[in-house]
């Protein structure tokens, strides 16, 4: 799925969008916009995170982003199981986004943006502010709705609609 660039890595700008996008909602797709805007390349960069049972396989939730972002020439798909600062040196990335809603966000962001900063000093994490239309919006809530059959056309993309179908498709309990 990689782009190819056309000059050495140290001359661009790359900034990695790390997260578990499980699915992808149109909160983070604004952010991606936002973001590819600002550098040379973004890598959105899906977390393996063995401690959680995701609905999307990674392979899964790496296909639907690289669905709704293959109109966006910069952006670029991946996973990492890794500690995420030494995934961004194999990337030869310093910069990593994280979007915020709210101060609950915030609090916790400030956290992870300080244990990155004192594993490498030389990595940044930059903030982008939720745009307010999507300020409520996270993958849990989508599956919350679509596990009971609510509409979610204006929270995900197309893509993921259907995929939410395809997870929730089985017949609910009875009761
Ligand atoms: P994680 O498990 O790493 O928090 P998520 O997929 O939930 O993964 O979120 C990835 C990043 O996207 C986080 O920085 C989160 O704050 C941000 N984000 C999620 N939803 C929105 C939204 N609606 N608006 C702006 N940022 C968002």
Redesign the pocket.
């Known amino acids: 799925m990689n782009k190819p660039l056309s000059g050495t890595e140290n001359e661009y700008r790359i900034a990695v969008?790390?997260?578990?996008?499980?699915p992808?909602?149109?909160?983070?797709l604004?952010?991606i916009q936002r973001a590819a805007k600002q550098f040379d390349r973004l890598i959105v960069a899906v977390?393996n995170?063995t401690t959680?049972t995701p609905l999307f396989s990674v392979e899964e939730r790496k296909a639907l982003l690289a669905e709704v972002t293959k109109e966006m020439p910069n952006v670029e798909i991946d996973s990492f199981r890794d500690l995420l600062v030494r995934y961004m040196r194999s990337r030869h990335a310093r910069v990593i986004?994280?979007?915020?809603?709210s101060v609950t966000?915030f609090e916790?962001?400030l956290q992870m943006a300080s244990t990155n900063r004192q594993l490498d000093e030389s990595i940044e994490t930059v903030f982008?502010?939720?745009?307010p239309k999507?300020?409520?919006?996270?993958?849990?809530i989508v599956k919350e709705i679509a596990k009971f059959d609510g509409p979610v056309h204006d929270l995900v993309p197309p893509a993921v609609e259907a995929g939410l179908k395809g997870k929730y498709k089985s017949p609910q309990s009875a009761d």
């Open positions: 969008y790390p997260g578990s996008f499980d992808v909602t149109l909160g983070h604004d952010i977390l995170n959680k986004i994280r979007g915020i809603r966000d916790y962001e982008m502010m939720t745009n999507y300020s409520y919006l996270s993958s849990s």
